[in-house]
T-cell receptor
Framework: QQPVQSPQAVILREGEDAVINCSSS?????VHWYRQKHGEAPVFLMI?????EQKGHEKISASFNEKKQQSSLYLTASQLSYSGTYFC????????????FGKGTRLHILP | GAVVSQHPSRVICKSGTSVKIECRSL??????MFWYRQFPKQSLMLMAT?????????EQGVEKDKFLINHASLTLSTLTVTSAHPEDSSFYIC??????????????FGPGTRLTVL
């Protein structure tokens, strides 16, 4: 089942913050976050496995809520290099490692 | 991180021909590989899960006779688009699953293959 991502697109000025949300109607095994630049393959950012987990670093971090149905990606003091499309990918479990991607959030950083 | 390669990176073919895309895990063995397609400005849509030595598992709506997947070894999976038509034009991306050592499997993506069918 495809996760729901929001917002669809964000335009920021360099230095501003952004939050991207990813939600599922049922509890997930894990959430993966990727960033994709135009014409390139997605690049892995991080994975969250535990309910209530928060990980990442000061600039780019993510959380996974207790029920494991909602994750948010936090981009702080954005840089021009953060531009791209961010996808969350969710695993429902079952041992097949299958990831289903959300529709993506296009982030554009202006200087 | 682990490296996954794809070949070719770009292919242009005539309608009706078949195109083979290779996906290789270069420095690790991948028992499971995944094939995705991505239309412009859209998400990655999982097409199939490829397991070494067994038949691929296709997602609903994906024609297995149209998109032939072979996973002959732990480092190579191939996707053949048979009798390609213009609507098959897309960006095809593979990924390979590898145990990260952190208690989970991480997926590493290949650079993608852009297929254009004339």
């Amino acid at each position: 089942q495809q996760p729901v991502q929001s917002p669809q697109a964000v335009i920021l000025r360099e230095g501003e913050d952004a939050v991207i949300n990813c939600s599922s109607s049922k509890a997930l095994y894990s959430v993966h976050w990727y960033r994709q630049k135009h014409g390139e393959a997605p690049v892995f950012l991080m994975i969250l496995l535990k309910g209530g987990e928060q990980k990442g670093h000061e600039k780019i971090s993510a959380s996974f809520n207790e029920k494991k149905q909602q994750s948010s990606l936090y981009l702080t003091a954005s840089q021009l290099s953060y531009s791209g499309t961010y996808f969350c990918g969710t695993e429902e479990g079952g041992g097949d490692d299958k990831i289903i991607f959300g529709k993506g959030t296009r982030l554009h950083i202006l200087p | 991180g682990a490296v996954v390669s794809q070949h070719p990176s770009r292919v242009i073919c005539k309608s009706g021909t078949s195109v083979k895309i290779e996906c290789r895990s270069l420095d690790f063995q991948a028992t499971t590989m995944f094939w995705y397609r991505q239309f412009p400005k859209q998400s990655l849509m999982l097409m199939a899960t490829s397991n070494e030595g067994s038949k691929a598992t296709y997602e609903q709506g994906v024609e297995k006779d149209k998109f032939l997947i072979n996973h002959a070894s732990l480092t190579l999976s191939t996707l053949t688009v048979t009798s390609a038509h213009p609507e098959d034009s897309s960006f095809y991306i593979c990924s390979a699953s590898s145990y990260s050592g952190g208690g989970y499997n991480e997926q590493f993506f290949g650079p993608g293959t852009r297929l254009t069918v004339l």
